[in-house]
């Protein structure tokens, strides 16, 4: 199932991308060439692979590529579906896989969209973005591969709650070896995932893994040229957004949450923790 | 439980424009200076009401601003976590409120953040935005609106695929005039939802009714400059970019998913549609 759910991020993220390039003007033997590319480096994996072969595909009826014959309506059978569902039970943040999940549904709404898209503008300067073709993809191969490392350490968060809650003791170096040898992820990524859990059995999360701390350091600000220049030009860009969003209220020491902590106790006397001192506390906020 | 799925996310893009706005450097009374002025207009509400209230409080213990002596850990009772997983069953696409939860949870590892905030670093330029902060404050007002809107949109949205799947005969435009009277999120918005509805009974998406497609072409550039500048100033806006993303890919006729469906087609033989003619098509992607 968190297999599936990292999946389903994967799968969405290298869609964003692929949208992104779209944008650029690429065709799609140009993209698959890219796609290409990025196999043989730190985004080597099977999705990326099968991406590759897939853009260079014609269609034999029209000639046309065969991916642009193809309804942009996805479906789903329910395991990414599952993986967040469980995560919520858990309490652990998955964002990006869920973001994953809305996505697929979002695009089952086909009808709506067509209707809504002679409605609701987009952006007002779709303007040039001011760096030349191959540097932006660059940047984007950066983006999604630290957008990546995001979703992969939201599914092993999960997968270590799940492994505290129940007692499970899951070999976690083991899963990542398994799920490098076979699966749909295959990433090249999760042997560094298996280094990394073997070096810290109980890591709390990815990100705090010196490997991925650097490649997160080195890789963040593509992350963060992606998500604005998807914002400013009108990509949707879900899960990319929410990776970054990830890694910056993860990396957050302070975040905004006591300000809804008073609206909590303001508006149902819900009490709050304070910053100096232990306890639960409550203000009659009204007086 | 759909009121307090929009509720959670309220709550969640109120703490990013006020964490946007300290990122300006505005004390706690400044920002409530701004709350109460956003609560004259379209923004008004009862949860921007009591935001204002809350950050002119002081602590008397301290004199600090007391909203700053409050640990920034937030709790839930779990009805967003509910409408969240209904949603998903539902397959309604409802990710502002689902990343409003996952930002409760991410918020509760107050911990580990505090370990990543000296290892993972942030943006490389929190450089000037290059306007004054006026003109900053209005365009957050305007983009918290937009937000706001997309919120409502998927909790309306969540109701009316209930009311179709139990056929229910929901009264659309009574929830939003009781919501307005009553409940939490009580926003002056509530009674142009009431009329949306009472003018279209079978609006499907809020998006998609005159007054607030006109609203969100109007507010949609704001929303766009302020993730934008989020991304690039290392500030965690899970809420206002996830509003973005899904009025991104509602308003697109054509979504990356063709892509998707493809790669489902080729590990899993799942088949996809054609743009062209109806049917369920396999191709053998690997001959």
Known sequence: MVHNGIEYADMQMICEAYAFMQKLGLSAPEMSAVFA??????????????????????????????????????????????????????????PTIAQAVSARTLSALKGERVAASGVLTGARTPAATGLPAQALIER?????????VCAYAQGFAL??????????????????????????????????????????????NLLLAPRFATLMVQAQQDLREVVALSALHGVAAPAFMSSLAYYDAYR???????????????????SYQRTDRAGHF?????D
């Open 282 to 286: 409550h203000t009659r906020w009204q």
């Open 159 to 204: 997968l270590r709650a799940a492994d505290l809650q129940y007692g499970w003791q899951l070999p976690m170096a083991t899963i990542a070896g398994v799920w490098r040898a076979g699966c749909i992820i295959r990433a090249r990524l999760l042997e560094d995932i298996r280094q990394a859990h073997e070096a810290q059995p109980e890591l709390s």
């Open 37 to 94: 590319s990025w196999n043989e480096g730190e985004l080597g994996s099977y999705l990326i692979d099968i991406t590759a072969q897939i853009l260079q595909r014609a269609d034999p009826e029209t000639g046309a590529p065969l991916v642009d014959m193809i309804l942009d309506t996805a479906e789903q059978k329910g395991t990414g579906k599952w993986a967040s569902q469980v995560a919520l039970d858990l309490g652990v943040p998955a």
């Open 140 to 148: 984007i191969g950066s983006a999604l591969l630290a957008a990546k």
């Open 252 to 270: 957050s020491a302070r975040l905004p949450a006591n300000l809804l902590q008073a609206q909590r106790d303001y508006f149902g006397a819900h």
